[in-house]
């Protein structure tokens, strides 16, 4: 199994960013999708998930209204726009398959892919 996560990178707070996470040697489209991010000296802590029919989402409260998370089943691959960024999402984004639905407990996902930067000036 392979998470390729993307997209990552340096902005200015207020600005905008998609990170991209394409899947290869699982059947993508049975499986629900994490974000989670990872910034330096802290744990890594869940951003955003969406159920495997791209029908069902949640957030972390600090990302609510300002990121989005999406799938194309198709081209397996999971997306997070991430609007109005603040320097506090500066952190190291993972993506992540879970076998079960509307998990934010890292240690529920079983595949990880190996992080995209984001770093977000003041």
């Known amino acids: 199994v392979q998470l390729q996560a993307s997209g990552g990178g340096l902005v200015q707070a207020g600005d905008s960013l998609r990170l991209s996470c394409a899947a290869s040697?699982?059947?993508?489209?049975?499986?629900?999708m994490g974000w989670f991010r990872q910034a330096p000296g802290r744990e890594r802590e869940f951003v955003a998930a969406?159920?495997?029919?791209?029908?069902?989402?949640f957030y972390a409260d600090s990302v609510k209204g300002r990121f989005t998370v999406s799938r194309d089943n198709a081209k397996k691959t999971v997306y997070l726009q991430m609007k109005s960024l603040k320097p506090e999402d500066t952190a190291v984004y993972y993506c992540?398959?879970?076998?079960?639905?509307?998990?934010?407990?890292?240690?529920?996902?079983?595949?990880w892919g190996q992080g995209t930067q984001v770093t977000v000036s003041s």
């Open positions: 992540a398959s879970s076998a079960r639905w509307y998990r934010q407990d890292p240690y529920d996902y079983e595949n």
């Open positions: 040697g699982l059947t993508f489209g049975t499986y629900n």
């Open positions: 969406i159920s495997w029919s791209g029908s069902g989402t």
